[in-house]
Structure formats: structure tokens, C-alpha cells
């Protein structure tokens, strides 16, 4: 009887486990995103603050076989945009 119920627990304990790593593996984007937002906070600038350069790099991105800009793209080509006009 108490083989069991070691039985029962042990198997409870792994299914327990297994779902808090598939958790964990679900969350880890999110986790890292967090972590990197917060770790580089200060790093970081919206168009206002920008410290003043002579020169601006935007870094390429995806252009899909049509010629339509990918998301990343379009956001990196809009903000040097506005760094350019600021």
C-alpha cells in the first residue's frame, strides 16, 4: 500500500514538474523581453532624447520578395525618419 502511494506521489510530482518547464519554456520570451527592457533601460531612447549626432546608422532588415518593407524595417526606416526631421 505505501509503495502506492509513493507511486501516486512521484507520479504527481513529475507531471508537477513537467508543467511548471513547459511554463517556464512558454514564459522564457517574455522573460527575456523583460529582462533585456529592464537591464537596458537607460540604453535606450525615444526620438526626443536622442543625444545629437552628425550621423545616424540604421541597421538593415528584411525586404520581402515583392519589395514590401518587413515590420522591423518599416519601424527602423520611420524612426530614422523622424530622428532625420527632429
Known sequence: MKTLRRLIHSRRAVLWLLVLAILL???????LRLYTALRYRDLTYGVDKVPARPVAIIFGARVM????????????????????QA
Do not use: E, N, Q
Open 65 to 84: 520578395p515583392s519589395g514590401r518593407l518587413s515590420t522591423m524595417l518599416r519601424d527602423r526606416v520611420a524612426t530614422g525618419a523622424d530622428l532625420y
Open 25 to 31: 519554456l512558454l514564459a522564457s520570451p517574455f522573460l
